[in-house]
């Protein structure tokens, strides 16, 4: 697990400087840099899980679950806010970065519940791993 973490954490880390290219060039550059800094920072939060998980006792289905979880949200998180960025969307849950911006109610609906969804998921995620500390 340990590895994989490492692995996934790194690719999101290379995904968020990659992002930070496209600032210009997407639709609403705030919520792009927004984009560019989650997968930056939650890149480094899964190569410091990896770090952690050795000194994480759960068992093997529990543990999975959390990793899941918590790499769903990870990944979620970078991409509802790059789809945010491209559309101008997220004006319900990120008003402040989303400015004047506006999308259409499918987009709105699609950011939102992602952003809706990784926020379940972290959270739990993040207490089964306490959970097992």
Do not use: C
Not at 27 to 33: I, S, T, V, Y
Not at 74 to 97: E, H
Not at 98 to 123: N, P, Q
Request: aromatic share 8%.
């Amino acid at each position: 697990m340990q590895t994989t973490l490492f692995a996934l954490g790194l690719v999101l880390f290379l995904l968020g400087l990659l992002t930070g290219f496209a600032i210009p060039a997407l639709k609403n550059p705030r919520m792009a840099l927004a984009s560019h800094l989650e997968a930056v920072l939650n890149g480094m939060f899964l190569v410091v899980l990896g770090l952690l998980w050795p000194h994480i006792h759960l068992p093997d289905a529990l543990g999975v679950t959390a990793v899941a979880l918590i790499v769903y949200a990870a990944y979620a998180n970078w991409v509802a806010s790059l789809l945010a960025a491209a559309w101008g969307a997220g004006r319900k849950l990120a008003p402040i970065a989303t400015g004047d911006h506006r999308a259409s109610a499918v987009k709105e609906r699609i950011v939102s519940f992602l952003l809706v969804s990784l926020s379940v998921a972290i959270v739990a995620g993040i207490g089964i791993v306490i959970a097992g500390l």
